[in-house]
Nanobody
Framework: QVQLEESGGGLVQAGDSLKLSCAASGRAFSTYIMGWFRQAPGKPREFVAAISSWSGDKTYYRNSFKGRFTISRDNGLNMVFLQMNGLEPDDTGVYYC????????????????WGQGTQVTVSS
């Protein structure tokens, strides 16, 4: 079972940028499909983005995040990142990274391991 740990969350103002990181345990990270989810207060966890295994040449985004958020990976560091630009108050929530089991991985059921999450709060 892979261990995932998110970091990089915090309190920012509307329009700011933030880069989230997720560190994974184990030696097989490059083989993992990885993704990010967000859970806003009182709402279900929703898909943000996913990146394919190995080179990460394939990415997939929820439409509402296209153009603002960018997922990337560094297999040498066992890490996946989420660059978030133009943050809005509606982006407030807990952000989770997860390991996917298939491609494309977009639904909760497509992910098999989860981190504990990192809080992002965007003030207006």
């Amino acid at each position: 079972q892979v261990q995932l740990e998110e970091s990089g969350g915090g309190l920012v103002q509307a329009g700011d940028s933030l880069k989230l990181s997720c560190a994974a345990s184990g030696r097989a990270f490059s083989t993992y499909i990885m993704g990010w989810f967000r859970q806003a207060p009182g709402k279900p966890r929703e898909f943000v983005a996913a990146i394919s295994s190995w080179s990460g040449d394939k990415t997939y985004y929820r439409n509402s995040f296209k153009g603002r958020f960018t997922i990337s990976r560094d297999n040498g560091l066992n890490m996946v990142f989420l660059q978030m630009n133009g943050l809005e108050p509606d982006d407030t929530g807990v952000y989770y990274c997860a390991r996917g089991s298939r491609w494309p991985a977009v639904a909760l059921a497509d992910f098999i391991s989860w981190g504990q999450g990192t809080q992002v709060t965007v003030s207006s």
